[in-house]
């Protein structure tokens, strides 16, 4: 069964330090990856893709790679901002269909 | 920017009722989708549609059901409903090519008592 994996599942830094989070998937034959967010008792806002051909993309402090080999892709936001406490999904994308991990929730504390 | 609306944001119903929920997206996408996301299991694929009058089903199709009669427009039909279809239920949608993302609605947080 293809599965996605999010570690760890929650996450608390000072803010201004950089925010790492993981994403690992079963099966590479991947069509992209999405990076979403999620506030509390909101939807899902779409922050990043990466197709497969490609191994990273970037929107502004946001910074997603891609590692098809390893099955792996990892979100880097560079000077976290309390603004940026949320939930953060990946998914890996098949054909018009998305599966998704279980999400990191991140704090930023002032 | 892509608007993609859900009817409401909260509702409460009865056990063996019949409720719709509705999607409406403004952006011509061809494909949308309904998710569930409950704590501890994330957010799992009901059903989606690729075309007007097309379905297909996701990975927990069973006690739903869906209407895609306009291409705007994805409803999501609990045939009747019970306690633990209470859930919060999101709906998407995205182009077919370019390889472009899902767009989400804000959900509506369904209880049903």
């Known amino acids: 069964k293809q599965e996605v994996t999010q570690i760890p599942a929650a996450l608390s830094v000072p803010e201004g330090e950089n925010l790492v989070l993981n994403c690992s998937f079963t099966?590479?034959?991947?069509?992209?990856l999405q990076w979403f967010r999620q506030d509390p008792g909101k939807g899902l806002t779409s922050l990043l893709l990466?197709?497969?051909?490609?191994r990273e993309q970037t929107s502004g402090r946001l910074n997603a790679s891609l590692d098809k080999s390893s099955g792996r892709s990892t979100l880097y936001i560079a000077a976290s901002q309390p603004g940026d406490s949320a939930t953060y999904l990946c998914a890996r994308g098949g054909w018009g269909k998305l599966q998704f991990g279980a999400g990191t929730q991140v704090v930023v504390t002032p | 920017d892509v608007k993609v609306t859900q009817s409401s944001r909260y509702l409460v119903k009865r056990t063996g009722e019949k409720v719709f929920l509705e999607c409406v997206q403004d952006?011509?996408?061809?494909?949308m989708f309904w998710y569930r996301q409950d704590p501890g299991l994330g957010l799992r694929l009901i059903y989606f549609s690729y075309d007007v009058k097309m379905k297909e089903k996701g990975d927990i199709p069973e006690g739903y059901s869906v209407s895609r009669e306009k291409k705007e427009r994805f409803s999501l039909i609990l045939e009747s409903a019970s306690t633990n279809q209470t859930s919060m239920y999101l709906c998407a949608s995205s182009f077919t090519q370019g390889n472009q993302p899902q767009h989400f609605g804000d959900g509506t947080r369904l209880s049903i008592l």
């Open positions: 990466i197709q497969s051909s490609q």
């Open positions: 952006m011509d996408h061809e494909n």
């Open positions: 099966d590479s034959a991947i069509y992209n």
